[in-house]
T-cell receptor, first 112, second 117 residues
């Protein structure tokens, strides 16, 4: 069974600092996704990573994928308060029983 | 227009009651899902339908019964509600990848917060 782990689970950081959220998964996967969820809100897609070495950037967020290490990272550069949210990674496979398996989520709080 | 819409957004009910949540998507996707998010924010898939056909049925009590009248709609009916059913239920849709160039990205509804008293 595919397992997806994120760390840290909780992250409190000051504005202007850099940090990285890690997403490890247990078996070979074809696709990896990052989602953002604000309190009481829906999940918003941030990045879709489809191949080994894929790197995508949007504003202060950058996501990368290493399929050999079964690891994805979400890097936050010069954090701002608006980035406070819960971030989820999710993994699935193209062939077989397709379903997204979500990580535990990382609750990020940016302190002014 | 809302891409994936769920109703109701909030649902408060007594134990033992039966309730339904409806979901509609206007994205033209062929696959729809129900996910449950518990109080610890953990998201777990419950069901998935592809073109009205059930393709994923996780270990969910049979009190939960999904129905897909067409590929744009997926409803969730819950019988004999229990305290542990309290959660946020998210509907989502995607275009199934199946080795094609589709990304398989999920688009989520706003969620339906169910509180069982």
């Amino acid at each position: 069974e595919l397992k997806v782990e994120q760390n840290p689970l909780f992250l409190s950081m000051q504005e202007g600092k850099n940090y990285t959220i890690y997403c490890n998964y247990s078996t070979t996967s074809d696709r990896l996704y990052w989602y953002r969820q604000d309190p009481g809100k829906s999940l918003e897609s941030l990045f879709v990573l489809l191949s080994n070495g894929a790197v995508k950037q949007e504003g202060r967020l950058m996501a990368s994928l290493d399929t050999k290490a079964r690891l994805s990272t979400l890097h936050i550069t010069a954090a701002v308060h608006d980035l406070s949210a819960t971030y989820f990674c999710a993994v699935d496979r193209i062939f077989g029983n397709e379903k997204l398996t979500f990580g535990t989520g990382t609750r990020l709080t940016i302190i002014p | 227009d809302t891409a994936v819409s769920q109703t109701p957004k909030y649902l408060v009910t007594q134990m033992g009651n039966d309730k339904s949540i409806k979901c509609e998507q206007n994205l033209g996707h062929d696959t729809m899902y129900w996910y449950k998010q518990d109080s610890k924010k953990f998201l777990k898939i419950m069901f998935s339908y592809n073109n009205k056909e059930l393709i994923i049925n996780e270990t969910v009590p049979n009190r939960f019964s999904p129905k897909s009248p067409d590929k744009a709609h997926l409803n969730l009916h819950i019988n004999s509600l229990e305290l542990g059913d309290s959660a946020v239920y998210f509907c989502a849709s995607s275009q199934l990848a199946r080795g094609q160039k589709n990304t398989g990205e999920l688009f989520f509804g706003e969620g339906s917060r169910l509180t069982v008293l």
